[in-house]
């Protein structure tokens, strides 16, 4: 169910023609659910995102971008298959589900993650219901996750407020 309709994502051209040339930063909205990536002091992306679904979740802080990976699977969520690659269990987690016999487990992708913490939170792209319903990442539109993924090295520094 929707709880509101998230307002569009904005990309500011002009300012992300700079991001070669001045330091890049991200900062996370949980309470108004956006993302803003900067350029220098100037605001570049204005995105809509998913937090995680319970407070705490998604950890509030400072952070770094630790490692950049294309076609991420969650080693924690996903779904069990069997042989051919059909769906026995979805929907699963390694932490409570045991695998039925046959199968074995696939995770969930997260393309275009961004890693911020070693426990694998990060963002990458993903389904964005219009309220928080992460396990804990923050999830973006395949759009904006693809723009800000190819513009944002290592080391970027991200605040999650």
């Not at 330091?23 to 002091?41: D, E, H, K, M, T």
């Not at 995105?47 to 076609?71: A, H, V, Y």
């Not at 928080?132 to 520094?157: E, F, K, Q, W």
């Amino acid at each position: 169910m929707l709880i509101q309709t998230q307002e569009q994502g904005k990309v500011f051209s002009q300012v992300l023609n700079n991001a070669n040339r001045e330091p890049v930063s991200i900062v996370i909205s949980l309470s108004r659910q956006r993302a803003f990536v900067y350029v220098g002091n100037r605001l570049a992306i204005d995105s809509p995102i998913c937090s995680g679904k319970r407070t705490g979740m998604t950890p509030k802080g400072q952070f770094t971008i630790l490692e950049k990976d294309l076609n991420h699977r969650s080693t924690i969520y996903g779904n069990f298959v069997d042989n051919l690659g059909r769906v026995v269990k979805a929907g699963v987690s390694t932490r409570i589900d045991s695998a039925p016999s046959g199968t074995h487990f696939v995770g969930a992708p997260m393309k275009r993650f961004l890693r911020m913490t070693l426990k694998g939170i990060g963002l990458h792209a993903g389904y964005l219901p219009g309220y928080p319903d992460s396990h804990g990442c923050i999830r973006l539109p395949a759009d904006m996750a693809t723009i800000i993924y190819n513009m944002v090295p290592l080391g970027t520094p991200v605040v999650v407020e």
